[in-house]
């Protein structure tokens, strides 16, 4: 019965699509910081499967290339954010996510 | 073969959804950032099954290499490792909403995706499977995306000039020496001292004594500037 299953390229769109609506959960509900970056992180990870997996389909590189892109963006991105925060910790520290509006203005 | 592909479907998914689902509930953010490696991985297990060899190895090295352990790293630096108290909902009504939220994209992207039969529509590439993924890739990145390749680069300098500029202290009292009053009152305690007994001796070791206090005088003035320095 199992041999009858094939992994065909939707499971892991669908898979993909999971881990986007897990992370977004996780960006909403969560206050800290750094774990609202990690859920970041799942969303783009997410969209990276979803981008690997429509090459695949398309048998095109461009796909790939685009994931490429992605993972350096998400590496400036984390790189940037972790700065902010650093700088947000240093003055208030357990700073949650609602004191950032404090950064306003 | 569709065993083989369907375990290893299985057991990496199981891995990237129970990493994604310990991120989200985790209350402790080092538990978070352990979970996410499990994603991290399992998302480089499916790449390699879907013939992404390169990206495979690039997820491992630079997500699981580099950026959860930035992650980990600020944690222990800041010390924020707090236990966050997850049955406390702060905002009335808040958990609510985001599920219904994560479910409406969920539903949205699967039903789009069901709409469309799973079948893609396109202009289909020609892969040649002879061909070795990082070759594939390489050329890609180097004709049809060279100018967004290079943008990259400088988006990566830009990135790091940032951080340098928004994690630096604050200039002018952001990093306070700890033991600056104290060495400062000592400091002038000695030389109190020192005073006060040259004005007793001042017939006997005038010379001595003179000499102990412009060595004073200098450890002095030497250390203030270098206290100075550490401020700015």
């Not at chain 1, 699509?17 to 909403?28: C, M, P, V």
């Not at chain 2, 409406?104 to 469309?116: E, H």
């Not at chain 2, 100018?147 to 630096?168: D, H, K, N």
């Amino acid at each position: 019965m199992i041999a009858a299953l094939e992994v065909t390229p939707a499971w892991y769109l669908v898979l993909g699509a999971l881990l986007f609506s897990i992370g977004a959960f996780g960006l909403l509900v969560r206050r800290n910081p750094l774990v609202m970056f990690m859920c970041v992180e799942l969303m783009l990870n997410a969209v990276t499967l979803t981008f690997v997996t429509f090459s695949r389909m398309l048998e095109d590189t461009g796909g790939q290339s685009v994931v490429v892109f992605v993972l350096v963006v998400a590496a400036a991105e984390v790189v940037v954010g972790l700065a902010i925060i650093v700088a947000l910790l240093r003055k208030r520290p357990h700073a949650t996510a609602d004191d950032v509006a404090l950064l306003e203005g | 073969m569709i065993q083989v592909e369907l375990v290893v479907f299985v057991v990496a998914a199981a891995a990237c959804l129970a990493g994604a689902v310990g991120v989200v509930l985790s209350e402790n953010p080092v538990h978070a950032a352990l979970s996410l490696v499990g994603t991290l991985f399992g998302i480089a297990v499916l790449f390699v099954a879907q013939e992404a060899h390169f990206l495979a190895a690039v997820q491992v090295i630079v997500y699981a290499g580099a950026i959860v352990v930035l992650f980990l790293f600020v944690l222990m630096l800041l010390g924020v490792d707090r236990v966050e108290d997850l049955r406390v909902e702060p905002l009335v009504g808040q958990r609510v909403a985001a599920a219904v939220l994560a479910l409406g994209i969920l539903a949205l992207t699967a039903g789009a995706l069901a709409s469309t039969g799973y079948e893609v529509t396109g202009v289909a590439g020609e892969i040649d499977e002879a061909v070795p993924d990082v070759y594939r890739l390489g050329e890609s990145l180097f004709t049809d995306y060279v100018y967004a390749l290079e943008i990259t680069s400088v988006l990566l300098v830009i990135a790091v000039v940032a951080a340098i500029l928004l994690a630096r202290p604050a200039r002018g009292g952001e990093i306070v020496d700890p033991g600056q009053e104290e060495r400062a009152e000592q400091v002038t305690a000695r030389m109190a001292a020192a005073e006060a007994r040259a004005d007793g001796d001042q017939s006997g070791g005038e010379d001595r004594d003179g000499g102990a206090g412009a060595g004073m005088a200098a450890r002095t003035a030497g250390d203030v500037p270098a206290s100075e320095e550490v401020d700015q």
